[in-house]
């Protein structure tokens, strides 16, 4: 995987690469993907590849600015820009899927760069407010995709997304010596609205 990575910007590791595996599974030919907490591309890029129509967005500038650099340099179309979690993004916009590769670790973050990881003092401030404002963006039958650590209590996340009504389902997972790392797929559960 030939990617620049600028200073300040999270580099791709063994998060991303289990994410990239399943991206890389997925039928997304025609797909609006929003690709939350964008880093350097690399989850929006491989989805473009997939023929999925991507918007990406970081809280990092420099975050924007390496995505766009990439899929240049890879000749792939997609929309980059700065927000918050949801700050800048019309509510009118809803997507197929929503991808969020998730700051985790408990510590409140020191620069633009440990914001790719460092998800408040509980590990949970950021995994909170994204789990409140992602179902307004999804399309009826969207999904969201989920990296998420056990560091920031996988179950907590999956009881509480289950209470507004949706199915949570661990679809992978590698386990580390400190940690275990998963992708979780949330959808709404049928009848819902």
């Known amino acids: 995987m030939d990617y620049i990575i600028l200073e300040s910007v999270y ?3 063994e998060d991303s690469y289990l994410f990239v595996s399943i991206i890389e ?3 997304l030919k025609g797909k609006k993907i929003l690709d939350m907490g964008c880093g350097c591309g690399i989850l929006g890029i491989t989805t473009a590849f997939g023929g ?5 967005c970081d809280i990092n500038k420099k975050a924007v600015e390496n995505t766009i650099l990439n899929a240049k340099r890879k000749k792939i179309q ?3 820009f700065t927000s918050d979690l949801f700050s800048n993004i019309n509510i009118n916009e809803k997507f197929d899927f929503i991808f969020f590769n998730a700051p985790y670790l ?3 973050p020191k620069d633009d760069l440990e914001k790719a990881w460092a998800g408040g003092k509980k590990g949970r401030e950021v995994i909170d407010r994204f789990l409140e404002e992602a179902p307004e963006y ?5 999904k969201i995709l989920l ?3 056990s560091i920031s209590n996988l179950n907590k996340t999956k009881k509480k997304y289950e209470k507004m009504g949706f199915n949570c389902d661990k679809i992978a997972e590698r386990a580390f010596f400190f940690e275990r790392i998963a992708i979780l797929e949330i959808l709404k559960k049928q009848g819902k609205h």
């Open 11 to 13: 580099p791709p590791a």
């Open 25 to 27: 599974k997925m039928n």
């Open 52 to 56: 999925g129509e991507v918007l990406s």
């Open 78 to 80: 997609l929309r980059s």
């Open 106 to 108: 408990p510590q409140k």
């Open 138 to 142: 999804l399309e009826k039958n969207g």
């Open 147 to 149: 990296l998420q650590s």
